[in-house]
Structure formats: structure tokens, C-alpha cells
């Protein structure tokens, strides 16, 4: 027997919408994932929770799309690591 909360679980995952954009996907696997994404940009100066910098990747958060507030973070820290972002890692 399905709880309430697992019910609706289900239906909000048969619910989810297709991402308006994959740049976070693509500039965060270009880091090697969330952790280290964070990581860099922790090195660079700029402190961002392991969680929101997930919800860049989530239709409920940014819907696939990095907030301009944390875009130079991203690269600066892509600079400190030596990660190549290119003009087209930035397309929507």
C-alpha cells in the first residue's frame, strides 16, 4: 500500500517538464560534477551551497539555467581550476 507522500511523489516525477536550457548541466559536467564545482568556487572566493548550485540543474529551481547572480563565480572559479568555458557553454 502507497502512502499519501509516495503517491505523490510518483505523480510529481510523471509531472516534471524538460529543462528550458541545459547550460548548468554542461558547465557543471564540465567541473566534474556539483561537489566540485563547488569546490572551485570556494577556492575562487565564492561560497555557494552544495544545494542551490543543484537546483541550477532542476525545473523547481533555475530550470536549467545559471543565475547571472553566481555566473562570475562560475568563472572565476573555471579560471582558478583550469577549466575551458567557451561562449557556447554560456548559450541558452
Known amino acids: 500500500v502507497m502512502t499519501r507522500g509516495a503517491i505523490y511523489k510518483t ?3 510523471a509531472q ?3 529543462l528550458a ?3 548548468a548541466t554542461k558547465i ?3 567541473f566534474g560534477g556539483v561537489r566540485r564545482l563547488v569546490r572551485a568556487m ?5 561560497l555557494r551551497n552544495l544545494s542551490s548550485v ?3 540543474m532542476t525545473a523547481e529551481g533555475t530550470n536549467g539555467i ?9 568563472k572565476d572559479a573555471a579560471a582558478k581550476v583550469g577549466v575551458l568555458l567557451t561562449p557556447g557553454d554560456w548559450a541558452l
Open 16 to 18: 516534471r517538464q524538460p
Open 11 to 13: 505523480q510529481r516525477r
Open 21 to 23: 536550457s541545459q547550460q
Open 54 to 56: 543543484h537546483r541550477w
Open 42 to 46: 570556494a577556492q575562487a572566493g565564492h
Open 66 to 74: 545559471i543565475p547571472t547572480s553566481s555566473a562570475l563565480a562560475v
Open 28 to 30: 557543471v559536467g564540465k
